[in-house]
């Protein structure tokens, strides 16, 4: 679709509107840019996490899971994976719409900017419902290592006030850790190709 194209089609949708069809080229191509730089991440998250989902059912044989917690791990992977899949067919979904088309109207934009506000909103949930699943994991390979010297430590530590106390510690900053990191992605990823979208389209209104 040529600029010629999307002006009349802007202007066709904003009959009885306020918003006003971008007066340039360049208006657009600011726009078009991060739409395409924000694909281009969720393409490589999607490899990234299929590469990480992949690896996880390799981890029973390359951390030595004792065989009594290998069926329990695999159930719990299991309902990784069923997470995972109604999370990514969302994603795709998402994906697919963020084709050159979105810039053909103003609905479409706005569509846009709030289905990846949504979205990202959608990507944490997911992230930190697979946080339990993560600390069960890490629960079985503990107490289901081959080696038992995992076992012995805590085992150790319940006769030590302060030396719990310090694991519990390290296990709330852990998880403090990983929800600061996800919100830090989020934001340098998907966050700022968000924000270049609103600016253009508050020059929009601005222009009106």
């Known amino acids: 679709m040529n600029f010629d194209d999307i002006k009349s089609a802007w202007n066709n949708d904003n009959e009885g509107s306020n918003i006003v069809v971008p007066s340039s080229v360049d208006q657009l191509k600011t726009l078009q840019l991060p739409v395409e730089k924000l694909r281009k991440a969720m393409q490589m998250e999607f490899f990234v996490q299929l590469f990480s989902l992949i690896l996880i059912a390799f981890m029973p044989k390359i951390f030595s899971l004792n065989q009594v917690m290998v069926i329990p791990f695999y159930a719990v992977y299991l309902v990784i994976i069923a997470i995972s899949v109604q999370y990514y067919y969302k994603f795709r979904t998402f994906y697919k719409s963020l084709g050159t088309n979105t810039l053909s109207s103003k609905d479409n ?100």
Do not use: C
């Open 109 to 208: 934009l706005y569509a846009l900017y709030y289905e990846a506000k949504l979205n990202i909103e959608m990507y944490k949930a997911y992230t930190y419902t697979l946080l339990p699943f993560a600390l069960i994991i890490g629960v079985m390979y503990t107490v289901g290592h081959k080696s038992g010297e995992i076992t012995r430590l805590l085992a150790k530590a319940a006769d030590h006030q302060g030396i719990a106390l310090g694991l519990a510690a390290s296990f709330v900053l852990l998880v403090l850790a990983i929800t600061a990191l996800t919100e830090e992605w989020i934001s340098q990823v998907y966050g700022k190709y968000l924000k270049q979208i609103g600016q253009v389209l508050e020059q929009f209104k601005e222009n009106a």
